[in-house]
């Protein structure tokens, strides 16, 4: 079993960064992938990024690649999305999940485990 929760949400002019944090409970979070997902209101739940165990293998939705970076410690318990260059259609609900594989996926029905989300507003 994994306890999330989410931080670092806020509201952020376009152009601005935000570093999400998800701290995870339990002793075997290093064997777990991880996700960021993003809903807009009115939206279905979307991919962001995902990492594996060691934090090896990163994969990034094409709308977030080569602004958004996802990285985990393993000692900490902890993943991050750190967003920079954001946009006003980047403004969504942000959740983390765990995926009890050492490789994450894309997909929502992927993972095991979610957070209770946090909330991300662009201005324009």
């Known amino acids: 079993q994994v306890h999330l929760v989410e931080s670092g949400g806020g509201l952020v002019q376009a152009g601005g960064s935000l570093r999400l944090s998800c701290a995870a409970s339990g002793r075997t979070f290093s064997s777990y992938a991880m996700g960021w997902f993003r809903q807009a209101p009115g939206k279905e739940r979307e991919f962001v990024a995902a990492?594996?165990?060691?934090?090896?293998?990163?994969v990034y939705a094409d709308s977030v690649k080569g602004r958004f970076t996802i990285s985990r410690d393993n000692v900490k318990n902890t993943v991050y999305l750190q967003m920079v260059s954001l946009k006003p259609e980047d403004t969504a609900d942000y959740y983390c999940a765990a995926r009890e594989t050492p490789i994450g996926g894309v997909g929502v029905r992927e993972y095991d485990y979610w957070g209770q989300g946090t909330q991300v507003t662009v201005s324009s």
């Open positions: 990492i594996s165990f060691s934090g090896g293998y990163t």
